[in-house]
């Protein structure tokens, strides 16, 4: 099936039906969000890492919905108004999740990194060669202190 027709497809579904299978994906998609961003909390980063595949496939077909749903909109509000009401108030609370999880995402990687560079720079520091320098302290070279030590930024 074409593109051309999976989009007429959608767009002529009936009203109900359509708003429906749009409810159901954003419910799902809500859901799973709202799973990793438990799992994030609780420091369980490779638990929620396995959600992805999940949430990007959930995204997408909420996504699809949504756009046959804004391409129909006048049909819709006609036809299912109470339909376009929920799915309003499902896509807030979409919203009000995206929000949250992008919030708990940015302290996980902040932590992350964090650590890494403390961990780094405590590497760097036992591996480095103890001389006295000039004043009669021990000299730091901060630009050995992360050798030997990488970090993944893909989360």
Do not use: W
Request: aromatic share 2%.
């Amino acid at each position: 099936m074409t593109a051309a027709a999976r989009l007429n497809a959608l767009d002529t579904l009936p009203a109900d039906e359509l708003c429906q299978l749009a409810a159901t994906a954003l419910a799902a998609l809500v859901d799973v969000m709202n799973q990793e961003t438990t799992l994030l909390r609780a420091g369980h980063l490779r638990q929620a890492s396995v959600l992805t595949p999940d949430k990007a496939r959930l995204a997408q077909d909420y996504v699809g919905f949504a756009r046959s749903v804004q391409r129909q909109t006048e049909r819709l509000k006609r036809d299912a108004p109470q339909a376009i009401d929920r799915l309003r108030h499902g896509h807030e609370a979409l919203a009000t999740q995206m929000a949250e999880n992008l919030r708990v995402l940015a302290t996980a990687r902040n932590v992350t990194e964090d650590i890494l560079t403390d961990v780094a720079q405590i590497v760097g520091q036992q591996n480095k060669a103890r001389a006295y320098g000039r004043a009669g302290t021990i000299t730091a070279d901060p630009a050995s202190s992360a050798r030997g030590i990488a970090v993944n930024r893909a989360l």
